[in-house]
């Protein structure tokens, strides 16, 4: 049956037989589609980690292009890959989120033969040991980002994402500073003394978020990423369990470190430049830092979208 | 036709002539209902406040209960009742947001003649002048919660609920005593100066709340909650525009008045208590706060739910 | 130092050595309260299930009450007691979530020596293998909804509360008489095949909740309640893995079976009440069914707040 | 001060006098950074209609680019900017959202004299009396989206998008196929007339998005777009007052245009072509459905991202 009669909403299917496959249904002088597919998919997805298999619950949209003489993407198809896919066939030995994308990614090219593009995305909650003071560690959590974008080829070619959103700490280094006026014309003779040492600021929860894009076997690891972003972005990492001392401890740090959403920004880029010598100019870098704002009812944001090669400039 | 083949679920209706008013069926050996009704409706609904009128957009939310002995509540009516009071017949007087929910209320036990409850929950972004430093002023960002629910009688007794979401700072006590030790064991000769000064600590966002609950007549007025949250309750109220100076005062003031979030609740109840002498003791008080810590990636919470009547004791 | 000063929100702490364990503080004249903790927790939770160890990775709120007179709560000790449990010590053998939230809250009050109730509140994605047509199988992911609350004593009380919340299907039956109306008004001569078979409606997604309420030891299992409200609640459950056919026969069963929200929660009532025989009169039991209407941009609801001695009645 | 020790995280800021206009301090060697500013702010702004001025609450993201060299952006110049333009001086006669946000981000290239570019994105409530039938009307909501995106030139270049958000209904064609063919294998009988009518299938709440970006002078009104979207995209629009035999109706006409996410948006790329045949071939036009699919607990999307050249051709 034609297309076009469909395109123009005709108020009434036609009252002839037709292919249920309705999918499969040929249209004339149509539109291609960027993606179609399913979101918020769920499913848990056992990694190989160094210490042992990891269960991640991640969020999973899941797309192909479709073109224009085609009226619909068989959409079950993507729920059967990941179905697949979880249950261990194809992602058993995947060692990272972004590799369970990617290999997704080609697969979806295998079960719908008209797409020339297939995408994965997922987040997931991810949990980390980290040291707090004292060499004690607590269980810290996190955001990974993964996609994945692989185009038919032949070869096929796949590119993949790996991300971290991290929740630290920032502290403002503009209103230390104001404070410090404050506190100086309070008490002139303490002068030497309050420029000595860090003082009260206005500080809140940032959320930090760090994704590299690069080729498929390019070495990026989220652990790594997490460390950039902790030891050289925030002011300071937040910890689920701080006793009183480490509160304190904490606090000094953060203010021994102000920050603004810029500086973190862009010390992280330079993490990320000094990290990554071996990866192409062509790697794509996105950083972004939003802080709660403890003093305002809105955030304050900052990001840099670009490439290794344009940092490396 | 009997409610119990409907009950049993029957896998098909049956096949004769039948009402189409399917709520009007009679059900036999059935339980009662709590609340039905409609969620998450959204109208824009003009409010006569003494600077003349205001035009809130709320989302709200409409029940009655249902008798035993119905299939079901006619839901229509509720969004009928609510686009009355919106184009202006019954509502249009109204003073406040709990004014428009107590009279929906009272309209609904009219429409729905079955019921002896109907509840109206609303909320909506609000906004207030306040002053910041300097006598300049900024446009401030508040969520109002609204309620009222209706007991048929006779007479009909209906009670509304007035409440304030606010978002506010607070500086943590126990942090800033850590790090003025740390300091003193530092600069030991500054001791008697650093124990004389609010030094730093860890401040973030707090979304504190403050509800009312009394009879239809009380009065209490949103402004004043907002009132009594930012000058008793927070370590410091969270302003929109602020320049370099006056962020230096705003963490100044907060810092010289740090509190827990148990401490904001309290200090909220004694400023409720002092406020609403003419309450009568039945008058239920809810007051909680929730503070984004800027050092952890949980929050911290406190609550009170009580009486004027126990706050008094 | 007195608490009276503290309590007036002295806009400067005092200038005197004091003990930073500022929790510790005591307060005269002072308001207890009714729940104090921390909030948004996550932690990845190792549960015993007959198929084995299963990870849920809940949201965690923790909560004790606070006397009048102690300035503030150890909030650190609820997250040290959910790290221990987590890592094994004491909730290791733990089979179900809301033994690891009574476990939890048992555990509080020993660390919370002036608390007199504790709360733990959890909420976890979950994941069953259901079947689906032609004894395929897909997994399907649910809500887990735990909570309990100790009670000191002695001897300590613990009530736990186990919930799910399900994404199902409803296909009205108020639409769908209607609907019939007027196909026998457009086809009077099919009066008789119009009023045998099931017709179009409009259908939705309907979020149902359960929740039962009882005592420690009671005996409720979260598979049970999801087999309730798919098996007696919904018009059909929903699946994430159709064919085409599958997805006929669903769409079939559902308008085979069409409900309000009301019948959604009364089914699930009768069938609580046979299933549960054997708990006691003061079980608490709520049901609540939303339905995101596809005709509206509002959500259709119901909900029965009782006790199974009332439904027995 | 040099900004290289700055950047390697110093762990304490070094003890000189130095200017507390951070923002200003002079960097060396360091990242631009692609936007840096707030988000998450809110204000009423009033805007010019035909039918006379209309309050909308936008949430409202705002940006500049910040050179390589400067430390900070001055943030509370863009609260200033908003403050100012909500107040009624320099966006008083704006007729639109997106407006509103091109002569923001215009005022911002004047305040943010080191930036080359400006953005200002706006998400606001919006609402329409629509017919529903019989002549009745009703308030519908739906969601406006707007964007401005200023290049400092000379000369200054804005160019807008305008958008909106729309709940819908949309019904499967593939799933009555399926269940037209169960009824026939029932029925073989009725062959004929159930070839000649539309039978059941699932429909659920779609989102629509239509997204047209063009220069600051274009002539594109979100009025337009949602009678496209609603009028040519979904299965049928959704209505919030919906009396029995409105709803019989509605679902009639849904299933009588059954879609699928794909035809949707194709559908309503057809009339974008149609309706704006002066708009120059640059028009970036983004459009995208997403259905809350009644018979799973996932959606289904489908999107397309083209310019009107790539659609003309």
Redesign the interface.
């Known amino acids: 049956m034609g297309g076009k009669s469909?395109?123009r909403?005709?108020?009434?299917?036609p009252?002839?037989?037709?292919?249920?496959?309705?999918?499969s249904w040929k249209l004339e002088d149509?539109?291609?589609?960027?993606?179609?597919?399913?979101?918020?998919?769920?499913?848990?997805v056992s990694i190989m980690r160094p210490s042992g298999a990891v269960?991640l619950?991640p969020t999973i949209?899941v797309?192909v292009d479709?073109p224009a003489e085609l009226?619909?993407?068989h959409?079950?198809r993507n729920?059967?890959a990941l179905?697949e896919c979880?249950e261990g066939s194809f992602c058993e030995t995947a060692t990272s989120l972004e590799e369970v994308c990617a290999r997704m990614a080609r697969e979806l090219l295998k079960r719908h033969g008209y797409a020339s593009v297939a995408e994965v995305h997922a987040r997931a909650?991810y949990?980390l040991e980290r040291e707090i003071y004292n060499g004690r560690t607590?269980?810290?959590?996190y955001k990974l980002i993964a996609r994945a974008i692989a185009h038919r080829g032949p070869p096929v070619d796949v590119r993949k994402l790996i991300g971290v959103e991290v929740?630290g700490?920032s502290a403002?280094?503009?209103?230390?500073?104001?404070?410090?006026?404050?506190?100086i014309k309070q008490?002139p003779e303490?002068r030497r003394?309050l420029?000595?040492?860090?003082?009260?600021?206005?500080?809140?929860?940032n959320i930090a978020t760090l994704i590299i894009e690069a080729s498929e076997d390019a070495k990026v690891e989220a652990n790594d990423l997490i460390g950039i972003v902790e030891g050289?972005g925030v002011s300071?990492p937040?910890?689920?369990?701080?006793?009183?001392?480490d509160?304190?401890?904490?606090?000094?740090?953060?203010?021994?470190?102000?920050k603004?959403?810029?500086?973190i920004?862009?010390?992280i880029?330079?993490a990320v430049v000094e990290r990554y010598r071996d990866l192409p100019d062509t790697t794509e870098v996105i950083v972004r830092s939003?802080s709660?704002?403890?003093?305002?009812?809105?955030?304050?944001?900052?990001?840099?979208?670009?490439t290794l090669g344009e940092?490396r400039a």
């Open positions: 469909l395109l909403g005709s108020p009434h299917p009252a002839v037989p037709r292919d249920s496959d309705v999918q149509n539109f291609k589609l960027t993606r179609v597919g399913v979101t918020n998919l769920m499913k848990p269960v619950v949209d797309f479709l009226k619909g993407s959409l079950s729920v059967e179905a979880v909650d949990f607590s269980l810290e959590r929740a700490m403002c280094p503009c209103a230390m500073e104001g404070v410090r006026e404050l506190l008490h303490q003394f420029e000595s040492i860090p003082v009260m600021s206005h500080n809140q929860r050289r300071a937040t910890k689920e369990l701080l006793k009183r001392e509160e304190a401890h904490l606090v000094m740090d953060a203010h021994g470190n102000p603004f959403v810029e500086d920004v862009r010390d880029l330079r939003e709660k704002e403890s003093i305002h009812k809105h955030n304050a944001f900052a990001e840099r979208v670009t940092l």
